[in-house]
């Protein structure tokens, strides 16, 4: 399974953006897939997630009524619809596939939003 993030950038403080991750490769094999953000200096942390049977969404405090997940099947692409940014949004934002049993997990190389004041 490979993933890879696009869509990032430069936004003003109660902006909006959307970004994409496209997924390829044995899509059975996904548990779930997750956006995550790393901002310098800072551990990378989870911000929200969907499982592949069911589509539960979980979404961290820190974005929760602000950021969105959504998918789209035919184009096996998630994305993440982020609205009222905040400079503390400002981070690389990456995505993950979670794999079934022990065939670990898949990232792509992430990309950076910057949010202005």
């Known amino acids: 399974v490979q993933v890879a993030e696009s869509g990032g950038g430069l936004v003003q403080t109660g902006g909006s953006l959307t970004l994409s991750c496209a997924v390829s490769?044995?899509?059975?094999?996904?548990?779930?897939k997750a956006w995550y953000r790393q901002s310098p200096g800072l551990q990378r942390t989870l911000i929200a997630t969907?499982?592949?049977?069911?589509?539960?969404?979980n979404y961290a405090d820190s974005v929760k009524g602000r950021f969105t997940l959504y998918e789209d099947n035919a184009k096996n692409t998630m994305y993440l619809q982020m609205n009222s940014l905040k400079p503390e949004d400002t981070a690389v934002y990456f995505c993950?596939?979670?794999?079934?049993?022990?065939?670990?997990?898949?990232w792509g190389q992430g990309t950076q939003v910057t949010v202005s004041l």
């Open positions: 993950m596939a979670k794999l079934w049993g022990s065939q670990g997990d898949s």
């Open positions: 490769g044995r899509i059975s094999s996904i548990l779930f």
């Open positions: 969907i499982e592949t049977h069911g589509g539960k969404i």
